[in-house]
């Protein structure tokens, strides 16, 4: 078992910038990639950024492309999130995932998740 916990939501203008945190405990020794998705209300939710645990390696959707930053802290089991440029539409819960082998596309077959923390970005 993985567990995962986020933290550094919060509210912010238009523009600004935002760091999210993803510790994770218990098994990590057994994660191939974490990943940042987020769910806007009535929307589905939809992948962020994803990083290798061990690669480092990176891989971003293509509206945060540039803005956002994906970053690890193995020392420290650790995944950050820099949000920055942010825009209204990027207010939503955001969660950090982890999955344990490289099957699938690199934003599938993540079995472990956190429980969310809310960015709202006003314009």
């Known amino acids: 078992q993985v567990q995962l916990e986020e933290s550094g939501g919060g509210l912010v203008q238009a523009g600004g910038s935002l760091r999210l945190s993803c510790a994770a405990s218990?098994?990590?020794?057994?994660?191939?990639?974490m990943g940042w998705f987020r769910q806007a209300p009535g929307k589905d939710r939809e992948p962020v950024a994803r990083?290798?645990?061990?690669?480092?390696?990176?891989y971003y959707a293509d509206s945060v492309k540039d803005r956002f930053i994906i970053s690890r802290d193995n020392t420290k089991n650790t995944v950050y999130l820099e949000l920055n440029s942010l825009k209204p539409e990027d207010t939503a819960v955001y969660y950090c995932?982890?999955?344990?082998?490289?099957?699938?596309?690199?934003?599938?077959?993540?079995?472990?998740w956190g429980q969310g923390t809310q960015v709202t970005v006003s314009s």
């Open positions: 995932a982890a999955k344990q082998s490289p099957t699938g596309t690199p934003w599938a077959a993540y079995g472990y």
């Open positions: 218990g098994r990590t020794f057994s994660v191939y990639a």
């Open positions: 990083i290798g645990w061990s690669s480092g390696n990176t």
